[in-house]
């Protein structure tokens, strides 16, 4: 409602003795002026610009007869000021204005500035009057004056020996005698009024009082701490018709404020908390409405140690209420106890130090005009005085501070509730949440632009109806802040009224005459073009916006007539441009609901009138006529207390029961807030219900309306909204309710299922009230959400130092913000359906939410405040809510999640009351694993941890682990492993099993092996960091098996994980899905080549080939290779190439470059030192090669150039790219390379060449799997590997391992049948296959001769190297180099380190892609 903003102001007295410093403020009736009290002195105070204009001092002779100044009060027209003294007497002071046209400030304007020319009221409103303060009369009352109060034309004053006086304001007594209090009867109500008791002993006088013009009546505080209402029973006012009542209960009572609009008494009490009470419109007997105090909870340092209340005061516009007490401290609360603002605790009461604050003290307190400041005049005793700089700082000089208050448009503007913005207005700008109106919309033909269609088109909504989308509401903290027109302020300030439309794209203003409009779009405003039409006019009842025109209820000051007037945005500012209606009574509240405004007016009866669009040509206008009258006088005693109407489509009836469904849409019914009652008043379908078919339809006639009922209580606010939606009739036909410190209540219709019939005894809506933290502004009916609004304060103190400023108000208070909150009900509300048993309703409800994405935190929310309730009660609970809310949650897919998520932020003692009712953790578990939600799996395995036997866990784990490698989720697989060691080695530490922000999400490529750059003699305790640089930060040590795990940990834990690692990769090479099987061991850090070595007679066998084959070709998306339509003349067909690849196969350059390939791969010191010695003949071969081999060596060992990605996969220059002799063969087409001509056959090959090659990813991923099997000894898996590649140089190089190495003959075997396999294949079914084999044919017979004659050469080096290597090198599985695409080996001599490929390759510019559908990520150059 309201909100503190900034710092306050702070006013400067006139310096004086600290006997003149002031003590009391008090306002008059306009708010304009301030009197100001000091023990001698009447200061009178102008508010805007708040400057001191005219004050009179006491001489002292007279100072002492009449005893300090003790209280003010003004008459109703501003004109005397009545004072009393401390010995008895009262001033009365007259207010004249000076003489001619005399101004204490003017302001001065450049020349020629259009505020100087024919401004009416220009000197009134511009200039701070010059005011005379004379003392017309002095009346002697004898006996200390204990309250002043003026009602009507007389001042009522209450004095120590029990009496009331009552004085003209001319200072005379009129001849009437003053009311004994003895003689006056109270009782608890007015029905028992004659056998009321007296007050009865004689000391009894008012301490404090206030008159209530709507309950006509005095609150009063009685000296003895009893409190009362006195009323008169007949319009004479004498001691005879006087009656009193009183409640039974309080007898502490230190002060009263009566809130007209809502007929409240708040009474402080010496405990320090407020009462607040009404009077029963039946017996007249005062009903306790709330308690205003704080808690325990909140404050729980302060909340008894107040001392009493001191000073209570109502806002204005009667919506808020401020409280301050004796020990210091300022509340601010809503009218039915909504707790708004309170300075004792917080920022307010602590410095940024931590240290405590001493509270302000308040010693008097008004509000400024429409509540924008509060006027506070503070007591300064409780500062120290020991420091002499204090006696001469600014804060010891009496000054008075400026609070400064933003509000919600609801307070003065309640048509605004039927709308989704929160709009704020301050002193001079205005707080918008719609966000940026340019971002939710085209601004190119905006006035008449359909907004989004953000949601279902409903039949009902024309273009102004649509609702604004989510994300504009919700946006961002901070508010769209539109300071209002300068121009317009200037002559119109306060603003009272401001609105804005449906989109959240314009806003008006209503100052003091006229009003004002400001565009989002165009960020421009208009104002009146003829400044006398805006002096002439003032608004009374409000403005609301109807698509584009703004609808007001004014009253003309030249015609003395109440108008309802309708703007139109687009066109001037103009009266010329106006539809006028002419109305009978002051309008005193205006609402629009689609397309009819209802008015409320002065004389008690609501009007209801229709307004449509008319364009006659270029002018467009609106239409307005009178549809139907409703005289409410019998219900309502005093126009002034209805808080708000507004027409809506709620009725009890929710259109399924309606005669014609039709009507469901209607304006069916009016609320009525009246003073805090919500009263419907439905139409009234009793009748006849007549269809006019042959009438026109807009003349057909109302139906008239019903008496009125009451639906709720102590009601501040009311949302309803006028859109129709299918899927959310729940929340879009309710009623929301804001009920101060009683929360929010929510009146929902309930429907039944499938349009069933209705069962007759059920209601048709039910309400259900519910508590939110925020207070609320606006209701999102779609979204279930409520926007509000609340003040966060920011410390400065620490910029000043202690002694220098301790007085400065930036030290003293906080600076004051106000947040932008929103908050989720729709969890509040299905509970309460659920505690009444209305299960298929909350079902129905949350099934139209589903979408939102905040349903699943509902959920949660829901489960976790019903778990902490009952399972922290006391007492045993007899109607458990818990299993229904659990059952509930089961009908939805979001079931296994919302119960772990809600158990996992819940403390372990409360686990089992929930596992009760949920569900045992292991079905749940289970339920998670067949329904393959693995990280939901992984959190029940966390409380299985907790609540099972380790076995038990481990078992579950197990199974997890399992389904977590078949399903490829790397980092869930990493924290299982943690997990199982955990667990194994009997830690309690329970690692987080969702995967966490540290480790970048699971991208399967191989990127584990990125920087493979260090040689494999290095170990890699002394290779530099930044080797490293992108690595995945594993959450488990990697490496060899023999140093993976820490070596404490349980070696028992980690043979059973590797047993378990193993079997899985054995399975994937039985399935034959080598892709998986590289990623798993990139991801996992799982040792391949070692395990490998010891499978390669098992299951690193190649049983089929040709399955094998197929499935490498489906798995890196590889296409098989076809044979092109021209195949006959193929160069293939032609002998002389085949003899080039065998000639350069056979030549011994060629020889010596495999036998270097091998090296590198399977580097080591010895060998690395032995190519000093065999490069040098590796050239000079090359030299004495024939004319094409020089060419062809060339390729191979050129260094790689910089071109990263970019280079394309098949051109021809590229041959360090693949060793492919395809690719490398069709180039040499002419023995002596002069030049280069191709057939157009030759070309057609070419192409289906390069169409035949898979994409460059899956090229890398193959190169590397084949270095690793061939670092292994798996040479079958390398033939096959080969094939697909097609690549012949691999074949001779599995040929030449066979020849130089034990390898095993069944392996050779097995390769020989295997290739006739495949040639087999090729024939029937893949001839593209043909002419590759027949490429590889002479190693095919070599291989055949080998397996014939079992020959046993030299122990076969590479593996045994390889397995040493494991041992020694702890991260030798990222430093072993990979495959060197033909890329030059650089030699580091000091190091004796080899690098296989370029550094520039693994830099980390590389982009990684994640991995996703079985893409893998590797970048090469």
């Not at 029905?191 to 301490?207: E, Y």
């Not at 772990?900 to 694993?929: I, M, Q, S």
């Amino acid at each position: 409602m309201y909100f503190l903003s900034g710092w306050p102001k702070r006013l400067l007295c006139p310096p004086g003795s600290p006997a003149e410093a002031p003590f009391h403020i008090q306002s008059d009736p306009q708010r304009a002026f301030f009197a100001v009290l000091a023990p001698a002195r009447l200061s009178i105070w102008y508010s805007r610009p708040s400057v001191l204009i005219v004050t009179y001092k006491e001489p002292a002779k007279s100072s002492t007869q009449f005893g300090s100044y003790q209280q003010t009060e003004w008459r109703p027209d501003s004109t005397m000021i009545a004072v009393s003294t401390a010995n008895g007497y009262i001033l009365f002071f007259h207010i004249s204005s000076s003489r001619g046209d005399k101004y204490l400030y003017e302001p001065v304007y450049p020349k020629g500035s259009p505020q100087m020319k024919g401004m009416p009221h220009f000197k009134e409103e511009q200039c701070a009057p010059a005011l005379n303060l004379e003392m017309r009369k002095i009346l002697d009352l004898q006996a200390p004056i204990m309250s002043l109060q003026s009602v009507l034309e007389d001042l009522l004053v209450a004095t120590s020996d029990g009496f009331l006086h009552l004085i003209h304001w001319e200072g005379m007594t009129n001849g009437r005698k003053a009311i004994n209090l003895c003689t006056v009867p109270f009782s608890v109500d007015l029905q028992s009024s004659r056998v009321g008791s007296f007050l009865g002993f004689t000391d009894v006088h008012i301490r404090d009082m206030e008159y209530c013009a709507t309950l006509d009546g005095f609150a009063v505080v009685f000296n003895d701490g009893k409190v009362g209402f006195i009323t008169p029973v007949s319009s004479r006012f004498t001691a005879e018709q006087l009656h009193g009542v009183w409640p039974q209960d309080v007898v502490d009572g230190t002060c009263v404020a009566v809130n007209n609009k809502y007929r409240l008494m708040a009474f402080g009490c010496a405990s320090g908390s407020v009462q607040v009470y009404t009077i029963d419109n039946t017996s007249g007997a005062m009903l306790l409405s709330h308690k205003l105090e704080l808690t325990a909870k909140q404050y729980p340092d302060i909340w008894n140690k107040t001392g009493a209340v001191k000073l209570i005061r109502w806002s204005p516009d009667n919506s808020v209420v401020i409280v301050t007490w004796e020990y210091g401290g300022l509340s601010l609360w809503s009218v039915f106890g909504a707790q708004l603002i309170c300075t004792l605790g917080g920022d307010f009461a602590y410095r940024s130090d931590g240290t405590k604050k001493d509270p302000l003290k308040i010693n008097s307190m008004s509000w400024g005009a429409e509540g924008y400041h509060l006027w506070v005049i503070s007591g300064f005793t409780s500062q120290p005085t020991d420091i002499e700089a204090d006696i001469r700082s600014i804060g010891k000089q009496p000054s008075i501070l400026l609070f400064q208050f933003i509000k919600s448009v609801l307070t003065v503007n309640p048509c605004m509730s039927n709308q989704e913005q929160v709009l704020l207005q301050g002193e001079d700008r205005l707080y918008l949440n719609c966000g940026e109106a340019s971002q939710a919309q085209n601004p190119k033909g905006s006035s008449h632009s359909q907004p989004k269609p953000s949601r279902e088109k409903s039949p009902f909504t024309d273009g102004g109806f649509e609702s604004q989308g989510l994300s504009t509401l919700l946006g961002h903290r901070h508010w769209h802040v539109v300071q209002i027109s300068s121009t317009y302020l200037e002559s119109n300030w306060p603003i009272r009224f401001s609105a804005i439309d449906k989109l959240g794209q314009n806003i008006a203003v209503v100052g003091k005459f006229g009003f004002a409009h400001y565009s989002l779009l165009t960020k421009k405003w208009k104002l009146f073009g003829n400044i006398t039409q805006e002096q002439n006019m003032i608004v009374t009842g409000g403005l609301a916006w109807w698509n584009d025109f703004m609808v007001l209820a004014c009253y003309n000051i030249n015609d003395h007539q109440e108008e309802l007037r309708v703007y139109l945005r687009t066109s001037n500012l103009d009266n010329a441009f106006a539809h006028v209606t002419k109305t009978q009574a002051e309008t005193l509240l205006l609402s629009v609901f689609r397309d009819m405004v209802i008015v409320f007016r002065a004389d008690c009866s609501i009007c209801l009138y229709s307004i449509e669009r008319k364009s006659d040509g270029s002018h467009t206008t609106a239409g307005i006529q009178v549809l139907q009258e409703v005289s409410m006088s019998r219900y309502i005693p005093h126009p002034f207390l209805v808080v708000s109407v507004t027409l809506t489509s709620v009725s009890t009836e929710n259109g399924i029961t309606l005669k014609m469904p039709q009507q469901a849409r209607d304006a069916e019914s009016i609320m009525l807030n009246l003073a805090g009652q919500l009263i419907m008043m439905q139409r009234d379908r009793s009748g006849p219900q007549i269809r006019e078919k042959d009438n026109n339809p807009t003349q057909r006639k109302l139906l008239p309306f019903c008496p009125p009922v009451v639906l709720a209580q102590s009601v501040e606010n009311v949302w309803t909204t006028c859109r129709a939606n299918k899927q959310k009739r729940h929340l879009l036909e309710a009623l929301w309710l804001s009920c101060g410190g009683a929360g929010m209540k929510v009146w929902l219709p309930l429907f039944p299922r499938d349009h069933r019939k209705p069962h007759s005894f059920l209601s048709q809506r039910i309400m259900l009230p519910f508590h939110i933290n925020i207070y609320p502004l606006a209701v999102l009916f779609e979204d279930a959400l409520v926007l509000g609004a609340v003040n966060d304060t920011l410390l400065y103190d620490s910029l000043y130092t202690r002694n220098s400023a301790r007085e400065h108000l930036e030290v003293l208070f906080p600076f004051c913000v106000v947040e932008r909150t929103s908050q989720i009900y729709l969890h509040h509300i299905l509970r309460q359906l659920l505690v009444r048993n209305l299960g298929e309703q909350a079902l129905l409800l949350a099934q139209s939410c589903a979408a939102l994405p905040y349903f699943p935190h509902v959920l949660e929310l829901m489960l976790h405040e019903v778990l902490e309730e009952e399972a922290t009660s006391r007492e045993p609970i007899p109607d458990p809510l818990l299993p229904t809310v659990a059952k509930f949650i089961t009908e939805f897919p979001l079931f296994l999640q919302t119960v772990v998520h809600c158990a996992r932020k819940t403390e372990y003692a409360l686990w089992n009351y929930l596992f009760a009712a949920v569900g045992n953790p292991k079905d749940l578990f289970e339920e998670c694993l067949m329904a393959q939600d693995l990280d939901t799996a992984a959190s029940y395995l966390i409380i299985l941890q907790n609540m099972e036997v380790p076995a038990v866990s481990r078992q579950h784990a197990t199974l997890l682990f399992n389904t977590a490698l078949e399903q490829g989720k790397w980092d869930l697989c990493r924290h299982m492993i943690r997990f199982l060691k955990a667990i194994g080695s009997g830690d309690s530490e329970t690692p987080p099993s969702t995967p966490t922000a540290q480790e970048p999400s699971s991208s399967g490529g191989f990127e584990f092996f990125r920087n493979r750059s260090i040689s494999l003699s290095q170990s890699a305790e002394n290779v530099p960091p930044s080797k490293f640089s992108l690595q995945k930060t594993l959450s488990m040590p990697s490496g060899p098996s023999g140093k993976r795990w820490s070596k404490d940990s349980d070696c028992a834990e980690n043979m059973y994980i590797d047993m378990m690692l193993w079997r899985h990769a054995r399975r994937l090479l039985e399935d034959v899905r080598l892709k998986d099987l590289g990623c798993f061991a990139a991801q996992l850090g799982f040792e391949l080549i070692s395990w490998l070595c010891k499978e390669r007679t098992r299951a690193a066998r190649v049983d089929n080939f040709v399955i094998a084959l197929k499935r490498l070709h489906k798995d890196f998306l590889w296409p098989l290779p076809i044979i092109p339509a021209s195949s006959i003349n193929s160069p293939f067909k032609n002998g002389k190439y085949r003899t080039v690849g065998e000639q350069l196969l056979k030549s011994p350059a060629a020889n010596a470059f495999l036998s270097l390939e091998i090296d590198t791969r399977i580097s080591n010191i010895q060998r690395s030192q032995s190519w000093f010695s065999n490069i040098g003949p590796t050239h000079h071969e090359v030299d004495t090669a024939s004319s094409h081999e020089p060419q062809m060596q060339d390729a191979f060992l050129s260094p790689l150039s910089h071109k990263g990605d970019e280079c394309s996969i098949g051109s021809a220059t590229d041959l360090t790219e693949s060793s492919s002799m395809v690719d490398g063969d069709w180039t040499m087409v002419d023995e002596n390379f002069s030049t280069l001509s191709l057939t157009q056959s030759e070309l057609e090959h070419i192409s289906m060449e390069l169409a035949s090659k898979g994409p460059h990813k899956s090229q890398v991923q193959l190169r590397y799997l084949l270095h690793i099997f061939m670092e292994a000894g798996c040479l079958d898996w390398c033939v096959v590997i080969g094939l697909i590649l097609r690549e012949s140089s691999i074949i001779s190089q599995v040929l030449t391992i066979s020849q130089s190495s034990e390898v095993d003959g069944e392996m050779l075997q097995n390769i020989k049948t295997g290739l006739h396999a495949v040639d087999r294949w090729a024939s029937t079914d893949c001839p593209g296959y043909k002419p590759f084999l027949n490429i590889i044919k002479p190693q095919l017979q070599k291989l055949s001769e080998i397996t014939e004659e079992q020959v046993q050469p030299d122990a076969f080096q590479p593996v045994a190297m390889g397995k040493t290597i494991e041992q020694t090198s702890p991260r030798a599985e990222e430093s072993r180099g990979s495959s060197s695409h033909g890329s030059i080996p650089q030699i580091e001599v000091g190091g004796s380190s080899v690098v296989s490929r370029k550094e520039e390759d693994t830099t980390s510019g590389d982009e990684e892609e994640h991995f996703q559908d079985g893409t893998y990520d590797c970048s090469v150059s």
